[in-house]
């Protein structure tokens, strides 16, 4: 599990490195905070209280999490009821996953413009596939739902966008549900040029606004255009999922991801961070690799999302406007079985009891009494 204590974790590598980093970089404000919320989350710093038996009268701290949506040791029952509900939201049919990225010489102009070049990724995401099933489709409105990305397994900076799309939308006049096959969504070098024009079209528009600042060096967005139209630009589009069971997997490993997981740090000695990473080139065979720590807390920090930014979106029938009308016409044209959310209305154990199949309140030490929270004297919480 996720927020399993590992015997290494990324706020220890944070915490023993925090002299020596925040003296060498300046942070943004939310990286700051991120930084600050993973050394203490879980320790005395946030407060906590005692459980104690009622049976046994074995007495345990509990800590505070810090909940900040960058920390490794947060967010799972938020992630498991988020993935529930928008399960139960998609359509019953096969989904492909399409993944959009940029290459990188937009890298820089991307990092120092975060907010709107993400958001403007996003959006030319949602615009290619859409456009494209259209034409493809003759008038097909297609739904989806889109994740951002920023980094690669060794942490590097690489902005992607990650989306689900059922195979299927609705006709023009929305009395059909059009199915686009099980084996083949849209040609893949068509979304590659479209999605490269519509993204240099959106960049080129911000900059003549002033809405995105170019980098050092540059005083256009022309340069950088022409060089985008020399480069190959990467649609990815896997074959669909099979069932809604690999569909949850994929979501709950996707949505609510950082950067790194702990259960990835391997160790931490003499100032080097090994870590584990997946090498697709070699059939996804695990690896591992060795950075220095103060390298390894930058590459992390460069993935903090600005403050408020949401990497989360949805697109055609699955939009947020479209859903109370669109979604239910999908539900009724398909007439298939459904997936039933099952944590809806659940409070946070229940979601831990359904998940895990453990109760985080039974004693550990006699396994008959109930853990029962009490004030925590201050001697406990040092």
């Given at each position: 599990?996720?927020?399993?204590?590992?015997?290494?974790?990324?706020?220890?590598?944070?915490?023993?490195?925090?002299?020596?980093?925040?003296?060498?970089?300046?942070?943004?404000?939310?990286?700051?905070?991120?930084?600050?919320?993973?050394?203490?989350c879980r320790t005395s710093e946030l407060g906590g209280h005692v459980e104690k038996c009622n049976h046994c009268g074995y007495i345990r701290q509990s800590y505070n999490s810090c909940r900040n949506r960058h920390c490794p040791k947060c967010q799972f029952v938020k992630k498991e009821q988020w993935v529930d509900k928008l399960?139960?939201?998609?359509?019953?049919?096969?989904?492909?996953?399409?993944?959009?990225?940029?290459?990188?010489?937009?890298?820089?102009?991307?990092?120092?413009?975060?907010?709107?070049?993400?958001?403007?990724?996003?959006?030319?995401?949602?615009?290619?596939?859409?456009?494209?099933?259209?034409?493809?489709?003759?008038?097909?409105?297609?739904?989806?739902?889109?994740?951002?990305?920023?980094?690669?397994?060794?942490?590097?900076?690489?902005?992607?966008?990650?989306?689900?799309?059922?195979?299927?939308?609705?006709?023009?006049?929305?009395?059909?549900?059009?199915?686009?096959?099980?084996?083949?969504?849209?040609?893949?070098?068509?979304?590659?040029?479209?999605?490269?024009?519509?993204?240099?079209?959106?960049?080129?528009?911000?900059?003549?606004?002033?809405?995105?600042?170019?980098?050092?060096?540059?005083?256009?967005?022309?340069?950088?255009?022409?060089?985008?139209?020399?480069?190959?630009?990467?649609?990815?589009?896997?074959?669909?999922?099979?069932?809604?069971?690999?569909?949850?997997?994929?979501?709950?490993?996707?949505?609510?991801?950082?950067?790194?997981?702990?259960?990835?740090?391997?160790?931490?000695?003499?100032?080097?961070?090994?870590?584990?990473?997946?090498?697709?080139?070699?059939?996804?065979?695990?690896?591992?690799?060795?950075?220095?720590?103060?390298?390894?807390?930058?590459?992390?920090?460069?993935?903090?999302?600005?403050?408020?930014?949401?990497?989360?979106?949805?697109?055609?029938?699955?939009?947020?406007?479209?859903?109370?009308?669109?979604?239910?016409?999908?539900?009724?044209?398909?007439?298939?079985?459904?997936?039933?959310?099952?944590?809806?209305?659940?409070?946070?154990?229940?979601?831990?009891?359904?998940?895990t199949g453990r109760d985080p309140i039974k004693c550990p030490k006699c396994a008959v009494g109930i853990l029962q929270s009490h004030s925590a004297p201050p001697l406990l919480i040092t």
């Amino acid at each position: 599990m996720e927020n399993k204590k590992q015997n290494i974790e990324l706020a220890d590598v944070f915490s023993q490195h925090a002299t020596t980093f925040l003296s060498a970089h300046t942070l943004s404000s939310t990286q700051q905070k991120a930084f600050e919320d993973i050394v203490k989350c879980r320790t005395s710093e946030l407060g906590g209280h005692v459980e104690k038996c009622n049976h046994c009268g074995y007495i345990r701290q509990s800590y505070n999490s810090c909940r900040n949506r960058h920390c490794p040791k947060c967010q799972f029952v938020k992630k498991e009821q988020w993935v529930d509900k928008l399960v139960a939201n998609l359509p019953p049919v096969k989904h492909f996953h399409v993944v959009f990225t940029i290459p990188a010489l937009l890298h820089k102009l991307f990092y120092i413009n975060q907010a709107k070049a993400y958001s403007l990724l996003m959006q030319a995401a949602g615009q290619t596939l859409t456009q494209c099933a259209k034409k493809q489709y003759s008038g097909i409105q297609i739904g989806a739902v889109s994740i951002l990305h920023t980094w690669g397994q060794t942490l590097v900076y690489h902005p992607h966008v990650h989306m689900i799309v059922p195979a299927g939308g609705l006709s023009e006049d929305q009395t059909e549900w059009i199915s686009t096959g099980n084996k083949f969504f849209l040609p893949v070098k068509v979304l590659s040029q479209v999605f490269r024009g519509i993204m240099c079209r959106m960049i080129e528009n911000s900059c003549s606004v002033n809405e995105i600042k170019m980098p050092e060096g540059l005083t256009d967005f022309r340069t950088l255009k022409s060089q985008c139209y020399l480069k190959k630009w990467v649609v990815y589009c896997e074959k669909p999922f099979s069932n809604s069971d690999r569909l949850i997997h994929y979501l709950g490993n996707y949505t609510h991801r950082v950067a790194i997981s702990n259960n990835r740090i391997v160790s931490h000695e003499n100032d080097v961070v090994r870590f584990s990473i997946k090498d697709y080139k070699a059939a996804g065979m695990r690896k591992h690799i060795d950075l220095d720590a103060n390298e390894f807390i930058r590459r992390f920090l460069q993935h903090v999302l600005p403050g408020g930014f949401c990497k989360i979106r949805y697109f055609g029938f699955l939009a947020l406007r479209n859903m109370n009308e669109s979604l239910g016409i999908c539900f009724e044209l398909i007439a298939a079985a459904s997936y039933l959310p099952s944590l809806s209305g659940l409070c946070a154990l229940d979601v831990w009891r359904t998940i895990t199949g453990r109760d985080p309140i039974k004693c550990p030490k006699c396994a008959v009494g109930i853990l029962q929270s009490h004030s925590a004297p201050p001697l406990l919480i040092t």
